[in-house]
Structure formats: structure tokens, C-alpha cells
């Protein structure tokens, strides 16, 4: 299974980007697939994740009602959906593919991981 991230950039404080995760290798529906992002002197910390197969959604409290995870199993990607964003979400993004939403969302450990995609949002 692998993961191919893009879309990040730079942007303004407001502004709005997407990101999406290629998956080959494995039907969406096989995993939960999650972003999550590292910024500089921070730990990782979880941002989003989806399980197409439970119909299951959840967000970080620090990115709710801004950002919104969905997919295309046509392409087999998932997207990130940032708008309104601020300075402290610059970051590196990651995405991410576990077995369970559990594992991936409570335990934050991941079968697979991308290469990450930089954001950053200047104030």
C-alpha cells in the first residue's frame, strides 16, 4: 500500500487549501485513512481521519467547522478540505492508512504512512 500526498503550499491567513492522498494498493474501504500534521519543535498530533466502510468522520478540536476529510473511491483519494486557515496550521501533513479507526484515531499508529506535503500559512 502506498500514499502519495499533494497540494500544500503556501497561503494567507484566511485562505484555503486542499489536500489529497492517492492510495494504490488498497480498496478505501480496506482502511481508515487519516491526516495528521507535525510542526516544527511539535509532536505529531492526529487531525482528521475516515472510515468509508463505517460511515465514520472525527476532527481535532483545533480544526473543527475549518476542515473537512472526504473521499473518491473512483480515484481511491482522500481529500482535506482547510479553509480558513491560520498560522498555527502550518505544518507538515501526512497521511495515513490503518487497519482500524481505533488504531488509527485513539492509538495513532498507522500501517502506512505518506511522504507529508508542507503547509504553511503566513500571517
Known amino acids: 500500500v502506498q500514499l502519495v500526498e499533494s497540494g500544500g503550499g503556501l497561503v494567507q491567513t484566511g485562505g484555503s487549501l486542499r489536500l489529497s492522498c492517492v492510495v494504490s494498493?488498497?480498496?478505501?474501504?480496506?482502511?481508515?485513512i487519516g491526516w495528521f500534521r507535525q510542526a516544527p519543535g511539535k509532536e505529531r498530533e492526529r487531525v482528521s481521519c475516515?472510515?468509508?466502510?463505517?460511515?465514520?468522520?472525527r476532527y481535532a478540536d483545533s480544526v473543527k467547522g475549518r476542515f473537512t476529510v472526504f473521499s473518491d473511491k473512483t480515484s481511491n483519494t482522500v481529500f482535506l478540505q482547510m479553509n480558513g486557515l491560520k498560522a498555527e496550521d502550518t505544518a507538515v501533513y501526512y497521511c495515513?492508512?490503518?487497519?482500524?479507526?481505533?488504531?488509527?484515531?485513539?492509538?495513532?499508529?498507522?500501517?502506512?504512512w505518506g511522504q507529508g506535503t508542507q503547509v504553511s500559512v503566513s500571517s
Open positions: 495515513a492508512a490503518a487497519g482500524s479507526l481505533s488504531k488509527l484515531w485513539h492509538l495513532e499508529r498507522a500501517d502506512y
Open positions: 494498493g488498497a480498496s478505501l474501504d480496506a482502511y481508515t
Open positions: 475516515i472510515n468509508r466502510r463505517q460511515g465514520d468522520i
